[in-house]
T-cell receptor, first 114, second 112 residues
Framework: EPEVTQTPSHQVTQMGQEVILRCVPI?????FYWYRQILGQKVEFLVS????????KSEIFDDQFSVERPDGSNFTLKIRSTKLEDSAMYFC????????????FGDGTRLSIL | SQQGEEDPQALSIQEGENATMNCSYK?????LQWYRQNSGRGLVHLIL?????REKHSGRLRVTLDTSKKSSSLLITASRAADTASYFC????????????FGKGTKLTVNP
């Protein structure tokens, strides 16, 4: 069964450094998302992406965050200057050809900021 | 707040028993989805139920939706130790947004 894959599984970065989290969505999906889950808290929406542009973003997704779909398969989340509070599990998700389809999640990248 | 909220927060049962988890939300929805998360792992999609549907089945899973009460339930029948996980409901709300809003989840433990 097709799945969303994320790399790396764990990223350790010094505060202030840039980090790029990578995702390969399901191949025929058109809608892409990033969510995060701080340890012990709810899963929170960050951003949605469709037709090569951001369709919605949350208050968390400030100027330090950006997303890109550099080619036909990858979807990346960049944090320019990481803060301690960016430590979380980051999930990529994708959904199908039309709106309102199930969102399928990857296993996540655990980001630890030191 | 638009958030879905599950109850109970934790549920412990014996293998073979049924497990029922509930979810409530506050504003009108397009869809409600249930997910499972094993400890430290990603979210596995279980079922999507649309606002015009009342019940859906998938294997040992049964989901109901009552839009008048703004609530949903997930029933797992004949539970197995492998069902031990956290279960979340997630809603996308009317008004155009695709984003999912998650509850805090129910932590289910199935004892062998």
């Amino acid at each position: 069964e097709p799945e969303v894959t994320q790399t790396p599984s764990h990223q350790v970065t010094q505060m202030g450094q840039e980090v790029i989290l990578r995702c390969v969505p399901i191949s025929n999906h058109l809608y892409f998302y990033w969510y995060r889950q701080i340890l012990g808290q709810k899963v929170e929406f960050l951003v949605s992406f469709y037709n090569n542009e951001i369709s919605e973003k949350s208050e968390i997704f400030d100027d330090q965050f950006s997303v890109e779909r550099p080619d036909g398969s990858n979807f990346t989340l960049k944090i320019r200057s990481t803060k301690l509070e960016d430590s979380a599990m980051y999930f990529c998700a994708s959904s199908g050809l039309t709106r309102r389809q199930p969102q399928h999640f990857g296993d996540g990248t655990r980001l630890s900021i030191l | 707040s638009q958030q879905g909220e599950e109850d109970p927060q934790a549920l412990s049962i014996q293998e073979g028993e049924n497990a029922t988890m509930n979810c409530s939300y506050k504003t009108s929805i397009n869809n409600l989805q249930w997910y499972r998360q094993n400890s430290g792992r990603g979210l596995v999609h279980l079922i999507l139920i649309r606002s015009n549907e009342r019940e859906k089945h998938s294997g040992r899973l049964r989901v109901t939706l009552d839009t008048s009460k703004k609530s949903s339930s997930l029933l797992i029948t004949a539970s197995r130790a492998a069902d031990t996980a956290s279960y979340f409901c997630a809603t996308d709300f009317q008004g155009g947004s695709e984003k999912l809003v998650f509850g805090k989840g129910t932590k289910l433990t199935v004892n062998p």
